[in-house]
């Protein structure tokens, strides 16, 4: 009796093992189509992008100043909605920008 129900423990923590070994194939195939597909989407982009840029550069020379300010843009808007980016206008004196007034962020 103790055999039989020895093997039957055997044989359902081999099946477990199994189901858990699958599961993670399945998440890591997920994860890798995930990311590849990612990569792919980026790498298209950014050839385009490049396209765009030496067409734009060909009739216009600042091309690159122009790109460069719109990543800018981005950034600055990005940083504002994270509140990393404020106006500095209530600083400005008249002595100018009093920088002695910022204080380190308060953390919530």
């Known amino acids: 009796t103790r055999e039989t129900m020895a093997t039957r423990e055997a044989e359902q923590r081999l099946q477990q093992a199994k189901t858990v070994k699958y599961q993670?194939?399945?998440?890591?195939?997920?994860?890798?189509n995930?990311?590849?597909t990612t990569a792919k989407a980026d790498a298209e982009s950014f050839v385009k992008r490049l396209?765009?840029?030496?067409?734009?550069?060909?009739?216009?020379?600042?091309a690159l100043a122009a790109i460069w300010w719109d990543e800018m843009g981005r950034t600055l808007l990005s940083?504002?909605?994270r509140g990393r980016l404020d106006v500095l206008d209530a600083y400005i004196g008249k002595d100018g920008l009093d920088i002695t007034q910022f204080l380190p962020p308060k953390k919530p």
């Open 24 to 32: 993670a194939e399945q998440q890591a195939q997920s994860y890798r």
């Open 79 to 81: 940083l504002r909605g």
């Open 34 to 36: 995930d990311k590849l």
């Open 51 to 62: 396209a765009q840029y030496r067409t734009a550069q060909a009739t216009n020379p600042a």
